[in-house]
Every structure is written in structure tokens, then in C-alpha cells.
């Protein structure tokens, strides 16, 4: 049985590459027999908007999301994680995070990167800033109570 799982994490200004992300951690790997990946973009909000600006504490926000992955590798048979959270200014359709799990199975791949991203949505210390198209700028994004209830689920024995 290989070594505990360290999950690499980062927190970037400059975009990822998916694929390669994959590839670096699945590469020369027999062992591994699923890989889910979940990518979340930028959305335009149907034009209304130019960037979406994302701050964060350094040093706190790769705190919590290690505490967040470490749940995650307790909780699931991963054979590798990674976790990528971009920070700046990001233009819709562009990257914003990026989580790959990697487990022998299937199920466990699917749900601890359903659980990281409930929890990096509800728990992540980022601010999120909208700037307009029309050049104002919308304000800081309000925590929304779904993200919370979503998280919420993974506090229930056996899930």
C-alpha cells in the first residue's frame, strides 16, 4: 500500500493547465483507477460582467484549504489530490479553481471532490469583488447560504 497522501496545494495568480494537472498526478501511477476533476470558470453573469477580482490572506487561505484536504484524504481512499485556487483579477471563461482526486475507485474520487468544493465554497477564506462591464464595480459577493447547506451535508455520519 503506497504512503499516506500529501495533497499538493496552490494558490496562484497565473492560470492551470487541466490536463496537465492530471497528468502530473497520475503519471507512472498503476494504481489509481479514477480521476475526477472539477473546474470552475469565471461566468460573464449574461454579460453584465468583466473580471471577477479574488483576494485572499496568504498564508491563512493555504492553511484552510490543507485543513479541508486532509479531511478529505481521512475521509476517502485517495490516491492523489490536488487543489489549485487562483487569486487577481480572472476574466469570464477563465480558470478560477481547479480540484483533481484521484482514487483506485470511482465513488471515492466523486465524492471527495464533491466535499472539497462544498467546503472550499463555504469555508476558503476568499473575497470576491465584481467589476462591471459597463466599468462600475458591483461590490464584494455575499456568502450564499447554499454553499453553507451544501457543506452542511458532509457533517452527517457515513456521508
Known sequence: ????????????????????????????????????????????EQGKLAALELEHYPGMAE?????????????WPLQGLTVIHRHG?????????LVVAASAHRQAAFEAANFLMD?????????????RADGSEGGWVEAKEADDQAADRWKTPGK
Not at 496537465?20 to 475526477?36: M, P, W
Request: glycine content about 8%.
Open 119 to 131: 467546503y472550499l465554497k463555504s469555508r476558503a477564506p476568499f473575497w470576491k469583488k465584481e467589476h
Open 89 to 97: 483579477k480572472i476574466a469570464p471563461g477563465d480558470n478560477i479553481v
Open 63 to 75: 492553511a484552510e484549504i490543507g485543513r479541508i484536504a486532509a479531511e478529505a484524504v481521512a475521509r
Open 1 to 44: 500500500m503506497p504512503g499516506a497522501v500529501v495533497p499538493a496545494i496552490r494558490i496562484q495568480r497565473e492560470d492551470f493547465d487541466v490536463a496537465a494537472e492530471i497528468d502530473g498526478l497520475t503519471k507512472g501511477r498503476a494504481d489509481i483507477g479514477a480521476v475526477v476533476t472539477f473546474s470552475g470558470l469565471c461566468r460573464d
